[in-house]
């Protein structure tokens, strides 16, 4: 299974920017997608953003226009652009494989700490 290793977080301002990074132990390639997520305090996990093997890209309603998912085949890496952060994108944000029916083919990280302060 592979392995997930989640960057890149810390603590802005509101307006702010960040660039989470995330790095696995093999080829990213042979996944349908890569997403994003993020759980915050006292709340579920819950989806961000996701690229698929073609490039397309989705994102939650919340973040859209805001945060901005890519992919590098070649270095098995995903990053997740964020900008214009507000206090409520507080969490922790995890990385994530999925498959050809949605499944996930990774286990959670331990994620990354993004704090956006007010």
């Known amino acids: 299974q592979v392995q997930l290793v989640e960057s890149g977080g810390g603590l802005v301002q509101a307006g702010g920017s960040l660039r989470l990074s995330c790095a696995a132990s093999?080829?990213?390639?042979?996944?349908?997608?890569m997403g994003w997520y993020r759980q915050a305090p006292g709340k579920q996990r819950e989806f961000v953003a996701a690229?698929?093997?073609?490039?397309?890209?989705t994102y939650a309603g919340s973040v859209k226009g805001r945060f901005t998912i890519s992919r590098d085949n070649a270095k098995n890496m995903v990053f997740l652009q964020m900008n214009s952060l507000k206090p409520e994108d507080t969490a922790v944000y995890y990385c994530?494989?999925?498959?050809?029916?949605?499944?996930?083919?990774?286990?959670w990280g331990q994620g990354t700490q993004v704090t956006v302060s007010s």
């Open positions: 994530a494989a999925k498959g050809d029916y949605d499944q996930f083919l990774s286990s």
């Open positions: 093999g080829s990213i390639f042979r996944f349908n997608a």
């Open positions: 690229i698929h093997s073609g490039g397309s890209t």
